[in-house]
């Protein structure tokens, strides 16, 4: 098993280009999240899936959407970035919503200049 | 707000255990305490979690006290390797509920 894959692993954007962040998981799990961690803090939920065909906001959905294409895939789409998302993406995926254990992905390195 | 509260840095000696402070003042009957631990640019890693009842798994021992308002994650024979920042949550399992991670502890692990 692969677990959690996130492509791609760098991007480096001008600001507002846009750009999807792709996130699969190989463990058959319901729910799956995106996450931003800016340095030196802790992650930031930005979005959540329950389940196929579901989602919700977190803590910082602004200038953000996304997608749940399937079981497997949850992508996250900038529509018009601004430096303000530089950050770091972690895309996780848990067996139920709530604070059931989650496994991470490695993360995207973003930069929007 | 993050529900816990945790030192900012803790330094341990290389083979000697590891005891890292939660504060979860705040904990309703329902919200299970979990610890992450993050490497170096790398995402986040589950350790263990509980509920009530002290835990142990291959990775470390969790000690919750009587009223829950704390806890602490050991580990008990700490490696160069264990050098992260450490993350305590408290959740529940309702569809509402929003993990909040907050800064965690950087934990160096000293030769």
């Known amino acids: 098993n692969a677990g959690v894959t996130q492509t791609p692993k760098f991007q480096v954007l001008k600001t507002g280009q846009s750009m999807t962040l792709q996130c699969a998981q190989d463990?058959?799990?319901?729910?799956m999240y995106w996450y931003r961690q800016d340095p030196g803090m802790g992650l930031r939920l930005i979005y959540y899936?329950?389940?196929?065909?579901?989602?919700d906001k977190g803590e910082v959905p602004n200038g953000y959407n996304v997608s749940r294409l399937n079981k497997r895939e949850f992508s996250l789409r900038l529509e018009s970035a601004a430096p303000s998302q530089t950050s770091v993406y972690f895309c996780a995926s848990s067996d139920n919503r709530g604070s059931e254990t989650q496994y991470f992905g490695p993360g995207t390195r973003l930069l929007v200049l | 707000d993050a529900k816990t509260t945790q030192p900012t840095s803790m330094d341990c000696a290389e083979g000697r255990a590891a005891n890292l402070p939660c504060n979860h003042s705040?904990?309703?009957?329902?919200?299970?305490v979990y610890w992450y631990r993050q490497i170096h640019s790398q995402g986040p890693q589950y350790i263990i979690h509980?509920?009530?009842n002290n835990e142990t798994n291959e990775m470390a021992s969790l000690i919750i006290t009587e009223d829950r308002k704390s806890s602490t994650l050991i580990l008990p024979h700490a490696t160069l390797r264990d050098t992260a920042v450490y993350y305590c949550?408290?959740?529940?399992?309702?569809?509402?509920?929003?993990?909040?991670f907050g800064k965690g502890t950087r934990l160096h692990i000293l030769p």
């Open positions: 899936s329950a389940s196929e065909g579901t989602t």
């Open positions: 949550i408290v959740g529940g399992m309702n569809r509402d509920d929003k993990i909040i």
């Open positions: 463990m058959n799990h319901n729910s």
């Open positions: 705040t904990i309703s009957g329902n919200e299970y």
């Open positions: 509980g509920l009530k």
